[in-house]
């Protein structure tokens, strides 16, 4: 068969990777065999690509494993009453009735009652589209991204020291730099190529410092010549000392504040009496380090400062950024190689939608909601009467009144509100309330698709064009490399469609067909939206940028075609982008200079007390991203952290009684959620880290976001989604049961297998405790694990045998103990395909190595049954996945180090840490003389 590529970009962080994607068939739309659709079967990195020049870390080297059709959109979807299930509609009928919804509201309660939710993962393209759709047509700044929960506060730091919200490096600056100050950012698992320049670097001038800011001693930490494990929440503090102690030894630089900034003098006044001694109580770290740190960044020729959640996530957000670019104007370090603050943007287009406008309180082309001109240009550039003078409502605040009914209908596009926000309990009521909500979305077994009445297809990752922004400002073209399944269209011709439409029913609900309730003719909309593809979307975007400071009027999806991905600003005549700002030192404010902006000086919006003593914080797995809708579809991306859980400090475990595996109920003052508590010893006494990504579709709960709460950043609207005080409580589940299933068919394996987790993902509310998730590698299969007070009835049972297709296999009960076992072999090969084992389950941890394995039952088969927790012939236990590009495992390489193997030698025997380098952190962290030991 023919083997086509197509030049693309990863669809995870914002580091924004070139990818070749591999496809069966010559072209998008081919046909393959008979009537078998075009398909991805390989992705590699492009060595081309100025953004990762081949690497990919292991989210990115496994997207073709992530494309399968199981648990896709694939029709719209409506429903006419809550009381009954969504039945498949055409796209004339879905968009129709979503403009008779949307236009009814509209018409009673003005156009503040509708809102969009959209998302950081769509391209350019797509949220141009929706914001003109919302500020041009509809008359409402009721447009927010889930961007809100990432980069809003990094957004806001910018403009408010800076001027504008324009990242001044590049990711070559990473190789000139002496220092890199990475604050609140586990790097080497959040953005793992950026890591590898990093550790390049390190190689290549061992001299140069690394300082780390981060509650916990994670893979980044370990890497650390000054790890600064600060309290949860000082992080002004701690920058703002770090200042003090700049000041008091002289290294600042005062000619550079004085030609080149405003402010100063009272922020100097602020930070006087914070001395080391003072902050270092609150920071939780030594005074001599963080009169260290600051000799280090005052003394560094080109310090880079690098950061992202842990800054960002925070009710005082904006202050923790302002606190940490003040170091370089203060230092005068910004502008020139090597040197600049550089937030690391946390989705793949997260910069696009700033580019454009679409949050509540921007507008396209860095212009400004409140300001009159702005507003008048931008009506005048779209041909519309008028911009809305009023900000929009942000993402807490959206759900806020869509809670409170002054929001009717909400359209959400391309993210998961009913997983990634904050105080679930409540977004999730506030859906159930609302009119009517539509959820456009490539997958339609994500959480939130629970909600809607309108369920629409969109094309995702692979199958549609357009453009992203990286972290460094650098523009890149997606491209198709096969067509969307089902009837799935590209986010923007959906919303273009559903504009046009609208347009028309507001005419009809007035009764005057040329009048729309905000002054617009109805032809408007058919002008507004009258798009043929993606360049043209994309040429009226840039054309929105003459003579701005993001200006890539230059720019056009041909420009990019023959050159290739490039950085703004980028104005009409230039022959390439700009790899630095303010250079001039000349920065994009009125007067030209930057600004020492105001902070504020609190901790975290809730405190620990008696009743709440822990500090909860959460963030990423290395090989999972987001609520897993994509990453989760990947078996072998499991491996590496298969099972959620509560990670605490051994002291912590063992004051209060528990040992590691045991359920605890978790409690903060929003919500109770339930999982295992496993020791971690890169946490503090007092602290507790639960990963972000599990949600409703794996847990029996909806994960850790139901613990935390909706405060956010006056300035940013940035929610705390970092911290929370919490507390643990023993749980009295004594009945167990553990369900693994691998598929029959190793053709249709994965396929197989997500289907039977859509399947169990459902019944999960039915126990008090449950999670499911992805095992194995080369024989994928779903695990099922249940902790209930009483034994499951004989109806459930019935119905998990049913589900997992265990009917006709090995099977044992003894109704005495509440006890049931199945077992099921595969007739030619002999591999364990299934096990069911409920109300005693002592062998399920080698029952599943010796499902993973995919070896021959064997003489094992007369021990399926037993209740022993250990194998009873010579069988190794796998352990962990560490490598997931090699499936190398924790005991493989403990092995190798304790037969005094170094990393090099474990390299070239194992091959761990030679492709996606995701690993190497971790490998490093292993072979220390304190790990082998243990």
Known sequence: MQVSETRSVCCYCGTGCGVIIETVGAKVGSKVGSGETAKIINVRGD?????????????????????????????????????????????????????????????????DAIAFYISGQLLTEDYYVFNKLARGLVGTNNIDSNSRLCMSSAVAGYKATLGSDAVPCSYDDIALSDLFLLAGSNTA??????????????????????????????????????????TPGSDVILYSTMLHVMLWEGLVDEAFIAAHTTGFSTLRDKVRELTPAAAAATCGVAADDIVKAARWFGQAKAPLSMWCQGLNQSTHGTSNNAALIHLHLATGKIGQPGMGP??????????????????????????????????????????????????????????????????????????????????????????????????????????????????????????????????????????????????????????????????????????????????????????????????????????????????????????????????????????????????????????????????????TAEATDARYPLRLTTGRLRDQWHGMSRTGRAARLAAHEPTPRLLLNMLDIERRGFKPGELARIKSRRGEIILPVSPSDELKPGQAFIAMHWGARSLSHAGVNQLMLSAFDPISKQPELKAAAIRIEPVELPYRLIALRAADDAQVADEQVLRWRDLLAKLLPSFDYAAVTLAGREHPFVMLSVANAMPLSK???????????????????????????????????????????????????????????????????????????????????????????FGVTETQINNLYRQGADLDALQAQLKCGTSCGSCLPELRRMGTPLAKAS
Request: hydrophobic fraction near 40%; include cysteine.
């Open 189 to 230: 698992w959040a953005h793992p190529i950026v890591f590898r320049r990093i550790e390049d670097a390190k190689v290549k001038n061992p001299e140069l410092k690394i300082i780390v800011v981060d509650p916990r001693h994670t893979d980044t930490a370990a890497m650390a010549d000054l790890h600064l494990a600060i």
């Open 795 to 885: 109806e459930m049972l019935d119905k998990l045998v049913a589900v997992l297709e265990l009917e006709e296999c090995t099977a044992y009960s003894d109704p005495h103990r509440a006890i049931v076992k199945r077992a099921k072999a595969d007739a030619t090969s002999d591999r364990l395909l299934g096990v069911l084992l409920a109300g005693e389950t002592s062998a399920a941890d080698w029952l599943r190595d010796l499902m993973a394995s995919g070896q021959s039952i064997g003489e094992l088969r007369r021990w399926l049954f037993a209740a022993t927790a250990k194998p009873p012939l010579a069988m190794a236990s796998a352990g962990r996945t560490v490598c997931n590009c």
């Open 342 to 603: 550089f937030s690391l943007t946390g989705q793949p287009n997260a910069m696009g939608g700033r580019e454009v406008g679409a949050m509540a309180n921007l507008l396209p082309g860095h212009r400004d909601l409140s300001n009159a001109a702005d507003r008048e240009e931008l009506a005048a550039l779209w041909g519309v009467p008028s911009i809305p003078d009023q900000p929009g409502k942000t993402a807490v605040e959206l759900f806020d009144a869509l809670h409170e009914g002054k929001i009717k209908a909400v359209w959400i596009a391309c993210t998961n509100p009913a997983q990634s926000m904050p105080d679930q309990t409540k977004v999730r009521e506030a859906l159930v309330k609302a009119e009517f909500v539509v959820v456009q979305d490539a997958y339609a077994d994500i959480e939130t698709a629970t909600f809607a009445d309108l369920l629409l297809p969109a094309a995702s990752w692979g199958e549609k064009e357009g453009t992203v922004t990286n972290s460094e400002r650098r523009i890149s073209r997606v491209r198709a490399a096969v067509s969307p399944p089902g009837e799935a269209r590209p986010d923007w011709e959906i919303a273009a469609e559903f504009a046009r439409r609208l347009g028309g029913k507001l005419g009809e609900k007035l009764g005057t067909p040329k009048v729309l309730p905000t002054g617009r003719a109805d032809d408007t909309a058919n002008r507004l939206f009258k798009f043929n593809d993606a360049a043209e979307i994309f040429a009226e975007h840039v054309g929105l940028t003459v003579g701005r400071d993001l200006d890539m009027s230059g720019m056009s999806h041909a420009i990019l075609e023959k050159n290739g991905p490039q950085q703004w600003p980028f104005p009409q005549g230039a022959q390439g982008g700009q790899a630095r700002l303010y250079a001039d030192h000349r920065f994009a404010t009125a007067d030209g200079r930057a600004l020492f902006a105001p902070l504020t000086f609190t901790l």
């Open 47 to 111: 060595p081309d690509h100025p953004a990762n020049f081949g690497r990919l870390c292991s989210k990115g080297a496994s997207l073709h494993l992530t494309t399968q059709r199981t648990g896709r959109a694939l029709v719209p979807e409506l429903r006419t009453s809550r009381a009954e299930s969504r039945v498949p509609v055409s796209w004339d009928t879905a968009l129709d009735t979503a403009a008779e919804r949307f236009a009814a509201i509209i018409k009673a309660h003005g156009p």
